[in-house]
Nanobody
Framework: QLQLVESGGGLVQAGDSLRLSCTAS????????MGWFRQAPGKEREFVAA?????????GYADSVKGRFTISRNNAKNAVYLQMNSLKPEDTAVYSC??????????????????WGQGTQVTVSS
């Protein structure tokens, strides 16, 4: 069983940066593709970014965060990161990471992710 724990959220001002971490335990994440999703109040969970398994040579982003957010992974530390720059109030949400074991790069397809963390709150004030 793979357990995922997110950290790094907080309250920031528009234009600030945050780095989210998703730390795994129970198994090595090297054979899992990983993704970040977010859910704002009253809205459905939406895709943010994803990275392929192993070396993470394939990455993808939602149009709303492209050029501002960067996903990366460190298999030695069993962790995945989301660097968020130039934050906007509309980025306010609970951010969760997911792990997919059967697909090299699941991208935005939430149904392909097998494990999820509890999430970390990101609040961006204007």
């Amino acid at each position: 069983q793979l357990q995922l724990v997110e950290s790094g959220g907080g309250l920031v001002q528009a234009g600030d940066s945050l780095r989210l971490s998703c730390t795994a335990s129970g198994r090595s994440i090297s054979s899992y593709a990983m993704g970040w999703f977010r859910q704002a109040p009253g809205k459905e969970r939406e895709f943010v970014a994803a990275i392929s398994w192993s070396g993470g040579s394939t990455t993808g982003y939602a149009d709303s965060v492209k050029g501002r957010f960067t996903i990366s992974r460190n298999n030695a530390k069993n962790a995945v990161y989301l660097q968020m720059n130039s934050l906007k109030p509309e980025d306010t949400a609970v951010y969760s990471c997911g792990a997919c074991r059967d697909t090299y790069y699941p991208g935005s397809f939430q149904s392909k992710y097998d494990y999820w963390g509890q999430g970390t709150q990101v609040t961006v004030s204007s």
